[in-house]
């Protein structure tokens, strides 16, 4: 536990250190990436270049600070990153190399302020938290070895399909070159691909499994992201997957991680609601495909916000759904149409998903709600929970990427 003294040093400098959260987490990637050059490959670095990886770092400090005495608050942001650890193969080692390298930013740029007395507190905090990452990943490593064919670190996987989905969007269908079994995972959860690029060896990403539990392969949807910039890094992964890697061409993949989840056994408790954006589509359909066939009383309400008909990926299965019986709902919507998506019926709605859409389309007294998109389209579904008074822990949601700020800030 976690000393009276340290915590009262924490609760003091949080203001100071919220005023220069971002400050500090540019400093401290700065340093880490100069220091100890083996751990950058664990890092994406478009979310460095966008500063989209400072941001929720700092955003995670705030937080621990603030809720220093009260560490339960936490868990579940606990459980987010240690999910994302293992993804990556984060191992005990490497936290000296981040503790160190934030303590020494901390002092960079607080000067004088940081005194040693705090940067004590700031250690002790750090080392307490840590040992809890450490515990709940070493369990996650645990349950993913002891899995029915389940491993750790990477195995090499075959492409044995690649379907186009849309003219952005490729389905790589993937089967274990070993041809042993492949272990469950939870609807909702991702796999890492582990790739050698030229530009960014052996960088792994994240992409959610798109299909049911129970089949004989893994499927995962990438978009085909477009660089942020002429010298960014966006884009180089995706893109090399839908131009470089065909059917019969080998990948390793990291097991199925992620706590954005589903239980099909007991979704028919109460209704579901799924609402998808873009690419956001592709844990939500795991999760719609999952819960129909495992449970197919399980009532479900699934919408899809796309672009219009060039962009629809997916819109024969997220329409099969409804032959699961009455209780199954589709809605796809577009905010931009082309000529004739209208009159050809490919489309119920157009315009942006609003609360009025929600209310009267959805059983939103007593749903659980689930969606994932771009930032805008997710900003904007929370509000509109928010308006029809949906409670909280009703309401589960993920980002592609860093996690970040979903709802408004306070008024001051």
Known sequence: MLSDKTIRIVKEITPLVAANAETITRRFYERMFESNPEVKVFFNQAHQH??????????????????????????????LIAQKHCSLGIQPEHYPIVGSNLLEAIKDVMGEGATDEIIEAVAEAYGFLADIFIGREEAIYHEQELAP????????????????????VTSFYLKPEDEGPLPPFKPGQYITVHIDHPHTPTSPRNYSLSDRVGESYYRISVKREESLAPDAPGGLISNHLHDAIDEGHRVSLGPPCGEFTVDPATAGEKPIVLLAGGIGVTPLLSMAKSIVHANPDARLY???????????????????????????????????????DVEAGKCDGVGLVNTQLLRDWTPFADADFYFCGPKPFMKNIHACLQELGVDEHRVRYEFFGPKEEIAAPAPV
């Open 50 to 79: 966008t500063g989209g990886q400072q941001k929720a770092l700092a955003g995670a400090i705030c937080a621990y600070f603030t809720h220093i005495d009260n560490p339960a608050v936490l868990m579940p942001a606990v459980e």
């Open 302 to 340: 699934f919408l899809q916000a796309v672009r219009n008909s060039q962009a629809h990926a997916f819109a024969d299965e997220i329409r099969n759904l409804a032959e699961y019986g009455s209780n199954v709902h589709t809605h796809v919507h577009y905010d931009s149409p082309l000529e004739g």
């Open 149 to 168: 064919g389940g491993w750790t670190g990477t195995r090499t996987f075959i492409v044995d399909r690649k379907i186009p989905e849309n003219d952005i």
